[in-house]
């Protein structure tokens, strides 16, 4: 099992940037591909980007193309998001996903993820 910590949530004017980190102990951490996927008021949770085991393979969604950025430190257990360029409609709760599965895949789905953290904040003002 892994255990999963959010960080760097807030409130940002529109245009500005956020850099999101997922801590994760428990586990060896390198053998889980991991997500980040949100959720705003009375909305399902939605997909925004995902990184494999390695690192090698990524995958956003459109709506955060070439604004958002994921990566990962697997010597240091976290998962980082890099958001740019933000919009008001990125105001969210952000959960970071751990799902133990195949080298260089990438998953999408939220029910692919058996252990989540428990979300940051993101406000982005207009």
């Known amino acids: 099992q892994v255990q999963l910590v959010e960080s760097g949530g807030g409130l940002v004017q529109a245009g500005g940037s956020l850099r999101l980190s997922c801590a994760a102990s428990g586990r060896r951490f390198s053998n889980y591909n991991m997500g980040w996927f949100r959720q705003a008021p009375e909305k399902e949770r939605e997909f925004v980007a995902a990184i494999s085991r390695s690192g090698g393979s990524t995958n956003y969604a459109d709506s955060v193309k070439g604004r958002f950025t994921v990566s990962r430190d697997n010597a240091k257990n976290t998962v980082y998001l890099q958001m740019s360029s933000l919009k008001p409609e990125d105001t969210a709760v952000y959960y970071c996903?751990?799902?133990?599965?195949?080298?260089?895949?990438?998953?999408?789905?939220?029910?692919?993820?058996?252990?989540w953290g428990q979300g940051t904040q993101v406000t982005v003002s207009s």
């Open positions: 996903g751990a799902a133990p599965g195949i080298p260089g895949s990438v998953y999408v789905r939220p029910n692919s993820y058996p252990y």
